[in-house]
């Protein structure tokens, strides 16, 4: 019989094991990243500028959501100790006080839709559609950090089929709203990005409305007792000691996108828009980075709550070399196919003002350098994964902090804001600014200090 620990039926810590984990997330999450994906490629050609207020306003709700979504998302670390530990009859009120925190965020996130727009966009120039974006986000935020929540607790126990089958379902539902909503049909007008961030918040109801149908079925309430919905000090203050420092670092380096959104919008329209395509692409294959993290933390929770450190090493191995070979592939993909990109996010209509020489050039630099920010951000994530489990979060934030803002937004406002260099430039900076990430964590793991934070 299988320890509890072991999460499929392959070795613990070898590539069959990550592949395992990370092919049903990695599903589940390429349908997010193709949702908004498609919402962008709508609004680009609904608009330019609605596309750039999706890209800018997108970042500014993330600047808000990113702490809490840390903080739900740890969720899936008690999961994993609990189950790894085997103590199944704590995992469900574990689980509900991730919810539960979700919920009570729902009044401040309202306050935030209603009065931060003015401040954020103001001087913008594309003020209505960034604000009308942010807002009717903002409005469903509450059901975001709830699905997270929810979800943790199936990736905690190693049924991540479960968040694949819901994130694909809801994302369908998102991209059919989208093409309604965006551009009108029959009886119901154009909303344009209103439409976009309203699909957002319809689907989050359905996915929600799933998960918990399937965390309160009988098998889930008779093992893991998900019906002790009760606040529960203990597990409440836990998940908040390692998800605040995660969600100060992630917070920070949103901040800094959203500062470098801001400092790229005033070299041009044109530069704008080679940042904005090519972030575009590289959110459409985030999808492996962010199913790699989710999967190498829920092995290591594991294993540290069953007190088995020995298959740790083995854990980053497998997963550095998966992640190397998807970098191969997908950026690959990427440059072959760059010239046919251009085609889907440039409409014929602003075609001849955009297309020149040096915008050709300029996109396809950044794009090299993307795809260099990919395979060192899939390194620093794996990693990050493996500290979240063991609850060495404020050395997450001490990176953010240092890193971020002398090694990222510094060298944008002197290069980009000053010195009024291209796109090129930017995604060079953000390259870099991704290797100096990657060895921090790097030298953090290979000292073993994160162990000592226990489990």
């Known amino acids: 019989m299988a320890e509890s620990y072991q999460l499929t039926k392959y070795p613990v810590g070898s590539k ?84 539960w925190f979700g919920v009570m965020l729902s009044p401040i996130f309202w306050v935030i839709a209603y009065l931060f727009p003015s401040f954020l966009f103001s001087g913008t120039g594309n ?6 974006f942010f807002s009717t986000l903002m409005v469903f935020a509450p059901l ?4 997270i929540a929810i979800a943790g607790f199936f990736i905690g126990i190693g049924h991540v089929g479960v968040v694949t089958i819901t994130a694909i379902l809801g994302n369908v539902l998102n991209i059919v709203l989208d093409f309604v909503l965006i551009y009108g049909i029959g009886f119901i007008p154009a909303l344009g990005v209103v439409g976009a961030a309203l699909a957002t918040g319809l689907s989050q109801i359905a996915q929600v409305v799933f998960l918990f149908c399937l965390f309160l079925r009988k098998k889930n309430r008779i093992i893991y007792h998900t019906e ?83 298959p740790i090493r083995k854990v980053l191995r497998s997963a550095y070399t998966l992640h190397f070979f998807y970098f191969i592939i997908l950026t690959g993909l990427i440059w072959f196919f760059a010239d046919d990109v251009l085609t889907l996010f440039i409409h014929s209509s602003h ?63 002197v290069l980009i804001g ?8 930017a995604w060079s900076i953000i390259t870099f600014m991704s290797l100096l990430s990657f060895m921090s964590y790097f030298w953090r793991y290979y000292t073993g200090r994160w162990l000592k934070h226990g489990a």
């Open 228 to 310: 002790k919905l009760s606040l529960n000090k203990r597990y409440l203050l836990k998940g908040l000691k390692i998800g605040v420092p995660l969600g100060l670092g992630h917070c920070v380096e949103t901040i800094a996108h959203f500062l470098f959104f801001r400092i790229v919008l005033s070299v041009g329209f044109a530069q704008m828009t080679v940042v904005s395509i090519v972030q575009t692409l590289y959110i459409l294959i985030s999808f492996v980075i962010d199913a790699q993290s989710k999967g190498a933390g829920a092995i290591v929770a594991n294993l540290l709550g069953a007190d088995k450190k020995e």
């Open 127 to 132: 003020e209505i559609h960034e604000t009308a």
């Open 16 to 99: 069959r094991e990550f592949w395992a984990l990370t092919w049903p997330l990695m599903l589940g999450m390429i349908s997010t990243t193709l949702m908004m994906f498609v919402d962008r490629l709508f609004l680009a050609r609904f608009h330019p500028a609605a596309l750039n207020a999706c890209a800018s306003a997108g970042m500014a709700y993330l600047v808000f959501l990113v702490i809490p979504i840390a903080i739900v998302s740890v969720s899936e670390v008690l999961v994993g100790r609990l189950h790894g530990r085997g103590k199944f009859k704590d995992i469900g009120s574990a689980s509900w006080q991730m919810v």
């Open 351 to 413: 075609r001849e003002i955009l297309i020149t020489d040096q915008f050709i050039q300029t996109f396809m630099t950044a794009l090299l350098f993307m795809g260099l920010y990919f395979l060192f951000d899939g390194f620093a994530w794996i990693l990050m994964g493996f500290l979240t489990a063991s609850g060495d979060t404020r050395f997450v934030l001490f990176v953010s902090l240092i890193v971020q803002w002398l090694a990222y937004v510094l060298p944008t406002f």
């Open 144 to 147: 975001q950090c709830i699905m």
């Open 418 to 425: 000053i010195k009024q260099q291209g796109a090129d430039v």
